[in-house]
């Protein structure tokens, strides 16, 4: 083979991660050819390969309990999300991605950002903080392994909640972040009851410090998803028996805010966190397009994954056995901010949001734990 050639051949794929799930992936992560997404199931382009149960409304047939329904909220409810999702969310008493590495100030980033402070308002933690050990549930540093983690059980969430859980020890190499780097580097901010990422379990010791309970999901958050829950004609579906004490009783207690950058991806993974496996999750895609990708409960299934664009506004429920498939996002689509969230308008108040928003999508997904109130308070009290 000529040099040139060798120098740019790809690697062989290790057999284990040569899955039908896997060549997806990276067959939409490739940026060396044009995309193709004429196997993505687009609503707007053909919705023939879907089974529409309403208005604006899918379910499709590989995958029992999965709902889409493209644009959800519209225009403003839109904007309304994005502002909550950077301004007002990640501060305390929810916690982000940047908290173990960096004292942030109590009123948060955006402020910061919004203003464009050159002075830096996030300070390393390990100029300031003693030294410690990686906690032994860490995986060490290097390739990071394929996630695996068991479901959760209630009497695995009382052992975890009577432990000392520390998080990952501050960095010492990072280095001071003013608003609009630290903004740029936030990654994820944890809403609802916490979720412990070394653990990947949640973590009912943490709690709010002004309530001494547990940390709730911002009330407009917790809104939209009920409603999403309940505008689904779920007798039209595979799950509509069950889905009978969901629309009754959803009360979604968790969840976490993505931010992605436009190269971002999020590799497929099963959520097995929450003890009951089949209540609804919400997912809401704000910002820039991206492809979703579901397949089935089996990593290694060789039946063939379902491609979907999300654009901003739409909203995917995954309950029943589709809880337990694996899915992820391998694609943010360039240059695709729907004109309504940049900045035409000149608008002041907006600017800085149509900002971040040119180089980001923003994924907010709810669920519920599926515990009792009962068991909650337990949890909460060890």
């Not at 498939?325 to 943010?332: D, E, K, L, T």
Request: aromatic content about 8%; proline content about 10%.
């Amino acid at each position: 083979m000529p040099l040139s050639k060798q120098r740019f051949a790809r690697p062989p794929t290790p057999p284990d991660t040569d899955t039908t799930l896997r060549r997806s992936e990276r067959f939409y992560k490739r940026k060396d050819i044009p995309l193709d997404l004429s196997d993505a199931f687009d609503w707007l382009r053909d919705d023939s390969s879907a089974v529409k149960i309403g208005d604006k409304c899918y379910t499709f047939e590989n995958h029992p309990g999965l709902v889409y329904l493209p644009n959800y909220l519209n225009e403003h409810d839109q904007k309304r999300m994005i502002k909550l999702s950077l301004r007002d969310i990640p501060a305390p008493p929810n916690r982000n991605s940047l908290d173990a590495h960096y004292k942030i100030p109590i009123e948060g980033l955006w402020h910061h950002y919004a203003a464009s402070t050159k002075t830096d308002v996030a300070v390393p933690r390990a100029a300031t903080e003693p030294p410690r050990e990686m906690p032994s549930y860490y995986a060490p540093s290097g390739e990071r392994p394929l996630i695996n983690n068991q479901p959760s059980t209630f009497e695995a969430l009382k052992q975890i909640a009577r432990e000392h859980n520390p998080e990952i020890p501050p960095s010492p190499t990072v280095k001071p972040l003013n608003g609009e780097r630290a903004m740029y580097k936030l990654r994820w901010t944890n809403i609802g009851h916490y979720y412990h990422w070394g653990l990947k379990q949640y973590d009912f010791s943490v709690r709010d410090p002004q309530t001494a309970g547990p940390i709730a999901i911002p009330q407009p958050v917790a809104q939209v998803c009920k409603g999403a829950v309940e505008a689904i004609p779920w007798q039209r579906t595979c799950v509509a028996e069950a889905a009978e004490e969901w629309k009754k009783g959803y009360k979604p207690d968790a969840g976490i805010i993505n931010y992605y950058n436009l190269n971002d991806t999020l590799m497929a993974h099963v959520d097995r966190s929450e003890v009951t496996s089949s209540l609804p999750l919400v997912s809401i895609s704000l910002g820039h397009s991206a492809v979703f990708l579901i397949g089935d409960d089996e990593r290694e299934s060789k039946s063939p994954p379902t491609p979907i664009v999300l654009r901003s506004g739409d909203v995917v429920v995954m309950s029943g056995p589709t809880r337990r498939s694996y899915h992820g996002v391998p694609r943010i689509l360039e240059r695709s901010l729907p004109p309504h969230l940049q900045n035409e308008q000149e608008d002041d108040e907006w600017e800085p949001f149509a900002r971040y928003l040119s180089t980001a999508r923003i994924n907010v997904n709810v669920r519920q734990t599926g515990l009792s109130d009962q068991q909650i308070a337990e949890l909460v009290s060890v």
